[in-house]
């Protein structure tokens, strides 16, 4: 039990305000190995001497114990914040010079900024992201649409890594592969997938001609989906208004001066335009305030929900995987 500092209430340990008059408790600096409470400014457990906030999270308990549970459930980021953190996201671009002697080789190398780029040769799908670490692509496929393919996903790559910048901030840690395996099972999550997707294909279709965009990913997945359609139209805005977010960015890197290169390579692979996808883009997103909100609260739900034992071995798979790659 703990005592409110206001009326003196005794609430249960795990009360984030005081039942009787409503405050606000400051979090306790619970140790996440032993849980023994310790002094706000502690970094060491003064009962098991463990580091209370590791330098990385290395192991699920430590994920999932109470103390980073109340982290997140308690976590607020201010718009400033969390344009800081985009903008410490993009700031390596900042320092190399996009070069190559073809659009496509110009674009390779600014994904390769980013993430390691490796062509794969097998497979229908023109390219993927492996466990958020490397961007797949094809090349067989003409140089437009691997240009298409690597924009599309690099944006995947950078949606993933918003959302681990925004935990680690949260949690007060360095990436890891156990909390990068966590982030990875949110984002396969159907609904999360469905999210993913709309802002990868919305981000390529920016830097493309009209007439090329393609939906088609985004359309077998809400084709295949158990949600009603208001649950698609909010994960199509939440996807848009991460998409937006990125295109801000890219613009800064793939110019117009780039950008007519793209439209130049289009014009000499590919002849036939569609105009059906484009009426999948749209303004509607949310404000980045409500986004933020939104985002926190379903990842702390997703978190509850991934603490269960029952998911751990999924979990543990995942991590294999990133640990390996």
Known sequence: MKSCGICGTLNFK???YCIHCGNKFILENICPYCDSINEN?????????????????DDFDVL????NENLLLNAKITDEEYNALLNDIFLRANYVRIHGNTIKEKILNFASVFAECKTKAKGYERGFIFLGNNIFYDDRLDDSVQIATIIHELAHYLLFTIIESLLCSIFNVKPSTTLQSFIWYFLMLPEFKI????????????FIPYGYQNYGSFNVLVKDAPFDEASIKTMVMFGNSFANEIIVYLEEYINNELRQEIKSQYKRDLENKSYDSILLETDECFSLNDKNSMLIKILYDIFKEASNPSVREEL???????DLS
């Open 14 to 16: 795990e009360n984030n």
């Open 316 to 322: 543990k798979s995942i991590r294999d995987g990133f």
């Open 64 to 67: 999932f114990s109470e103390f």
């Open 41 to 57: 400014h502690a970094n060491f457990c003064v009962k098991c001497n463990k580091q209370i906030n590791p330098v990385f999270i």
């Open 195 to 206: 999210m993913n997707e709309y802002c990868a294909h919305t981000v390529e279709g920016r």
